[in-house]
């Protein structure tokens, strides 16, 4: 985003991680991104699900399932992260599972 900086951090748990990505100008955030990423034992790491604010409204994607998911977030941007972090945290098994699953049946990533 023109005139924000940028900033990145990663969480790490062993084969799982949280990828937050964010864009800030002063104490105003702009488009947030936040991922889970699994070290696939196949692949090595892949996206298993993110929410993010592309297009102007926040959504959650989860690779070879669902693309745009529209979600009941907050609609302050720091506070929309805030909770699709938590999200992601509370139910990462539960997300790799459906990953694995729908991967064994062949479906196709992107």
Do not use: C
């Not at 790491?45 to 959650?60: C, E, F, Q, T």
């Not at 745009?68 to 790799?96: F, G, M, S, V």
């Amino acid at each position: 985003m023109k005139g924000f900086d940028r900033e990145e951090y990663l969480e790490e748990y062993g084969p799982v991680r949280l990828r937050t990505t964010f864009y800030r100008r002063g104490t105003r955030m702009g488009d947030w991104g936040v991922q889970l990423e699994w070290e696939d034992p196949e692949e090595g790491w892949v996206w298993v699900a993110r929410y993010d604010s592309a297009g102007g409204k926040p959504h959650r994607d989860r690779n070879r399932i669902a693309q745009h998911e529209a979600l009941p977030l907050p609609p302050d941007p720091a506070e929309a992260l805030k909770a699709a972090q938590e999200d992601l945290r509370a139910h990462l098994e539960e997300y790799i599972e459906a990953y694995r699953a729908a991967k064994a049946q062949g479906r196709q990533g992107w």
